[in-house]
């Protein structure tokens, strides 16, 4: 059982014994994305403590999550919003817990019409390219209004050249998922000439979609002076979760989430301190190091040394762990043995003293000549096999009384020979 628990031990945490590399591809996304912001972020925490982070820039979350399924890309990490993984692309990964709110924002120029997405038919509308988290969720979003993509002029401008394309009157409305601290949010909700759509039915897509949160963004916030934007506009958004190959290092990944802490974890406009990074599993489970650091933060050993130092005693630890059952027999034998010990040495006493009253039995039966001489021999012999025994101290008192009966029963069969001899003569 020992063996098989020493087995299984190596099994389970046969990861952790081997040790992290000193690399980790990260995939990011599109260039001027929150995604391409957020890795050299992560990449200089990690230098640190002496990890070589690789970003690898992307088409968007569909992508990274196709790159996190393809071996040969050796992509370990990667952000992708919430609700785009399918079952199929579930599998084999893992979450380190959701970063930020990434709100849809929809920016049009001059006044929003009335008429919600259907306004939009016929004209010129940028969703980002395809491949990233925009174009998803807004294909997802005219599916849930019933309105045909094909009946708009649709547009994959990145972040950057839909701004600008704005800007030109090249673009109708522009459609971006990203954070309220994203340079080009912040630019169009302070431009006087652009407007944020607001999503008046947010609730009801929150209630289809439980990867959604309702969001206000203030009146004035984009610019207190010019009061923009002039209304509330209430929007939906996303939660990004930094996914993981689920075989990844839980070394790595408590390096991950110490990042995503120093990253995430201050005040913004849509969060309060401590809102981010959360233990949420969102469509794709937690990993048990992440669930662990939610719940009672990182392991000691990396709470109370360097980096490599508790690494190399996590290891220590792991490779002598499956011994654990082995010295627990053994300290049960070595409790044991001395008692095992005492009782086949009190045995072997006992054994004597049996011999001791056969002999007696038989003189009581009035033994007599040869039979005499043979008690006598096995007296002797009793009394040989007395004077080679050792035992311990405790059976000490318990020997000499078995020598001293010898002495008794001898002088009984010397006794009684010589009466024979008497009534003979």
Same mark, same amino acid.
């Given at each position: 059982?020992s063996?098989?628990a020493?087995?299984a031990?190596l099994w389970?945490?046969?990861?952790r014994l081997?040790g992290?590399?000193r690399?980790?591809t990260?995939a990011t996304?599109?260039?001027? /994305?929150?995604?391409?912001?957020?890795g050299?972020?992560?990449?200089?925490?990690?230098?640190r403590k002496g990890i070589?982070?690789?970003l690898l820039?992307? /088409?968007?979350?569909i992508d990274?999550?196709?790159?996190?399924?393809d071996?040969?890309?050796d992509?370990s990490?990667a952000?992708?919003l919430?609700?785009?993984?399918?079952d199929? =692309?579930?599998?084999?990964l893992?979450s380190l817990g959701?970063?930020m709110?990434s709100?849809?924002?929809?920016?049009?120029r001059g006044?929003?019409?009335a008429g919600g997405l259907?306004?939009?038919i016929g004209?010129r $509308?940028?969703?980002?390219?395809? @491949?990233g988290?925009t174009?998803?969720?807004?294909?997802?979003?005219?599916?849930?209004n019933?309105v045909?993509?094909?009946s708009?002029q649709l547009?994959?401008f990145?972040?950057?050249? @839909?701004?600008?394309?704005?800007?030109?009157d090249e673009?109708?409305a522009?459609?971006?998922?990203?954070s309220?601290e994203?340079?080009?949010v912040?630019?169009?909700?302070?431009?006087p000439r652009? &407007?944020?759509?607001?999503?008046?039915r947010?609730?009801?897509?929150v209630?289809?979609?439980?990867y959604l949160?309702?969001? $206000?963004?203030p009146?004035? $916030?984009?610019?207190?002076a010019?009061?923009?934007?002039r #209304?509330d506009?209430?929007?939906?958004a996303? =939660?990004?979760s930094?996914?993981?190959?689920?075989?990844?290092?839980?070394?790595l990944q408590?390096?991950?989430?110490?990042?995503? &802490?120093e990253i995430h974890? /201050?005040?913004a406009?849509? =969060?309060?301190?401590?809102r981010f !990074?959360a233990?949420? %599993?969102?469509?794709? !489970?937690?990993?048990?190091d992440a669930?662990h650091?939610?719940?009672?933060g990182p392991?000691? *050993?990396?709470r &109370?040394f360097p980096?490599?130092?508790?690494?190399?005693l996590?290891?220590?630890?792991?490779?002598?762990l499956?011994? $654990?059952?082995?010295?627990?027999?053994?300290y049960? %034998?070595?409790?044991?043995?001395?008692e095992?010990?005492?009782?086949a040495?009190?045995?072997?006493?006992?054994a004597?003293?049996?011999?001791?009253?056969?002999?007696e039995a038989e *003189?009581d @039966? @009035? %033994?007599?000549?040869e039979?005499?001489?043979?008690?006598? /021999?096995?007296v002797?012999?009793?009394e040989?096999?007395?004077n080679?025994?050792?035992?311990?101290l405790q059976?000490s008192q318990?020997?000499?009384?078995?020598?001293?009966h010898i002495l008794?029963?001898?002088?009984?069969?010397?006794?009684?020979s010589?009466?024979?001899r008497?009534r #003979?003569l």
């Amino acid at each position: 059982m020992s063996a098989v628990a020493a087995v299984a031990a190596l099994w389970v945490l046969g990861p952790r014994l081997a040790g992290p590399p000193r690399t980790l591809t990260l995939a990011t996304g599109l260039e001027g /994305g929150d995604y391409a912001a957020l890795g050299p972020r992560y990449q200089t925490i990690l230098a640190r403590k002496g990890i070589t982070v690789r970003l690898l820039p992307t /088409g968007g979350d569909i992508d990274n999550l196709a790159r996190l399924h393809d071996s040969a890309s050796d992509v370990s990490a990667a952000f992708v919003l919430a609700g785009i993984a399918t079952d199929a =692309q579930k599998r084999g990964l893992a979450s380190l817990g959701t970063l930020m709110y990434s709100p849809m924002w929809v920016f049009v120029r001059g006044e929003p019409k009335a008429g919600g997405l259907g306004a939009f038919i016929g004209q010129r $509308v940028s969703i980002g390219p395809e @491949g990233g988290g925009t174009h998803f969720q807004a294909l997802r979003l005219l599916a849930l209004n019933g309105v045909d993509p094909k009946s708009l002029q649709l547009k994959d401008f990145t972040p950057a050249e @839909g701004a600008e394309a704005l800007g030109r009157d090249e673009l109708d409305a522009l459609v971006l998922v990203a954070s309220w601290e994203s340079p080009v949010v912040q630019r169009l909700a302070a431009e006087p000439r652009v &407007s944020l759509v607001s999503f008046p039915r947010a609730d009801a897509y929150v209630a289809r979609n439980p990867y959604l949160t309702k969001l $206000v963004l203030p009146m004035g $916030v984009g610019d207190l002076a010019k009061n923009l934007p002039r #209304t509330d506009v209430t929007l939906i958004a996303s =939660q990004p979760s930094l996914l993981i190959r689920e075989d990844l290092n839980p070394a790595l990944q408590y390096l991950l989430l110490e990042a995503a &802490s120093e990253i995430h974890s /201050g005040p913004a406009l849509f =969060q309060r301190a401590g809102r981010f !990074p959360a233990g949420e %599993a969102m469509d794709v !489970p937690l990993s048990a190091d992440a669930r662990h650091f939610y719940k009672s933060g990182p392991p000691f *050993l990396y709470r &109370s040394f360097p980096f490599w130092l508790a690494v190399l005693l996590e290891r220590l630890f792991i490779l002598f762990l499956p011994l $654990v059952p082995l010295l627990g027999l053994l300290y049960s %034998a070595l409790r044991v043995a001395p008692e095992v010990y005492l009782g086949a040495m009190q045995r072997r006493v006992l054994a004597l003293y049996k011999e001791l009253k056969l002999v007696e039995a038989e *003189l009581d @039966g @009035g %033994a007599k000549g040869e039979h005499l001489a043979r008690l006598a /021999g096995r007296v002797v012999e009793v009394e040989a096999r007395a004077n080679r025994l050792r035992v311990p101290l405790q059976l000490s008192q318990n020997l000499y009384q078995l020598k001293a009966h010898i002495l008794l029963v001898r002088a009984r069969v010397a006794e009684d020979s010589a009466e024979v001899r008497n009534r #003979t003569l």
